[in-house]
Nanobody, 127 residues
Framework: QVQLVESGGGLVQAGGSLRLSCAAS????????MAWFRQAPGKEREFIAA????????YYADSVKGRFTISRDNAKNTVYLQLNSLKPQDTAVYYC????????????????????WGQGTQVTVSS
């Protein structure tokens, strides 16, 4: 029903920036809540940020507040994650996820909430 494809990852020095994109295919993208997660080697998948269907509500993990920004452009069927002030600790595979629910709900950070996932894009931050 929905396919998600992440792009924009790469190698960047500490303090640098990247802009990740998640391109979605499907009829009802504009009604879905969206989120970003990441997973580093040997670590559990970690919630990063979520955004409701309209972009009017966002929710961030404490670890990225003030550095990362989630946004969406429903006309382009795309969700973005702007990564600023990157640190080596941010190195991970970043995944885009979609929830058929339009709102964020009571637990927007729960991976089980999301119905569709992308393949991930690698972000590597060097020191």
């Amino acid at each position: 029903q929905v396919q998600l494809v992440e792009s924009g990852g790469g190698l960047v020095q500490a303090g640098g920036s990247l802009r990740l994109s998640c391109a979605a295919s499907g009829r009802t993208f504009s009604t879905y809540a969206m989120a970003w997660f990441r997973q580093a080697p040997g670590k559990e998948r970690e919630f990063i940020a979520a955004i409701n269907w309209s972009g009017g509500s966002t929710y961030y993990a404490d670890s990225v507040k003030g550095r990362f920004t989630i946004s969406r452009d429903n006309a382009k069927n795309t969700v973005y994650l702007q990564l600023n002030s990157l640190k080596p600790q941010d190195t991970a595979v970043y995944y885009c996820a979609a929830d058929q629910a339009a709102g964020l709900g009571p637990f927007p950070s729960a991976a089980a909430k999301y119905d569709y996932w992308g393949q991930g894009t690698q972000v590597t931050v060097s020191s």
